[in-house]
């Protein structure tokens, strides 16, 4: 795909870049970025400014698959960056990020809003200065007892919750997938069901849409 040509969605996982934080519960974002890539056979081999990109197309739809290259809460350069470059309206602009207030198990789809305290999604509200673009929130679960949410989000799953996530992975894949497809209101309907959830959480899978697969400014910081 030219990188300049036709109309394009950008759809941007957030999460920490290292190794060492690929797979905490923060960098979900990025985890499934990375998933929707691979089901489609795109590769995050270009850079523009602070990201690292995938481009290609999903169905008849070219996209622009985004991992910022900041750390979570300075992810507004690079995304700011991507949405003039690629002139993207907000409508066409699609973040995937953690959130600590939805059990594991759930996943929320908006056209807009706040950053509900999420230190990444505030960086981007601010650096666009506007917050009228959808949002895909990935439940990650409170941290138990009185442990710090900052410590919480920079750990990896534990195992039983891994077995939960590798499903939410792909469903989260499945409403990305839906919202290019269909829409914002589609991908809601099917996607953001209110599911029974244990402290673990388990959940139904969603229907999938239609023809789609089933602390500092430079340390990683919390939601």
């Known amino acids: 795909m030219n990188e300049t040509s036709g109309p394009k969605k950008l759809i941007v996982g957030l999460g920490n870049p290292?190794?060492?934080?690929?797979r905490n519960r923060h960098n979900v974002g990025y985890q499934i970025v990375s998933l929707l890539a691979k089901a489609h056979g795109l590769r995050f081999?270009?850079?523009r400014g602070k990201a690292r990109l995938a481009l290609g197309s999903i169905g008849e739809q070219a996209v622009i698959l985004a991992r910022p290259r900041t750390f979570m809460n300075e992810s507004g350069k690079a995304v700011a960056r991507l949405v003039t470059f690629y002139q993207i309206e907000p409508a066409d602009l699609l973040v995937v990020l953690d959130d600590l207030d939805l059990p594991i198990g759930r996943i929320?789809?908006?056209?807009?809003?706040?950053?509900g305290g999420h230190k990444g999604l505030a960086s981007i509200i601010e650096r666009?200065?506007?917050?009228?673009?959808?949002?895909?929130?990935?439940?990650?679960?409170?941290p138990?007892?009185?442990m710090d949410p900052a410590d919480y989000v920079l750990e990896d799953f534990s195992?039983?919750?891994e077995e939960v996530m590798a499903?939410?992975?792909?469903?989260?894949?499945?409403a990305v997938e839906c919202w290019l497809r269909e829409g914002i209101e589609a991908a809601m309907n099917r996607f953001n069901y209110s599911a029974k959830t244990s402290s673990t959480a388990t959940s139904k899978p969603a229907t999938?849409?239609?023809?789609?697969?089933?602390?500092?400014p430079n340390l990683p910081c919390r939601a």
């Open 159 to 161: 195992e039983e919750q």
């Open 144 to 146: 138990p007892g009185k």
């Open 208 to 216: 999938a849409c239609e023809g789609a697969r089933s602390p500092g």
């Open 128 to 142: 666009l200065g506007r917050s009228d673009f959808p949002r895909l929130r990935v439940g990650i679960g409170r």
């Open 167 to 174: 499903e939410v992975r792909e469903r989260a894949v499945a």
């Open 108 to 115: 929320r789809l908006r056209p807009a809003g706040g950053s």
């Open 45 to 47: 081999d270009k850079r």
């Open 18 to 22: 290292g190794r060492e934080y690929a």
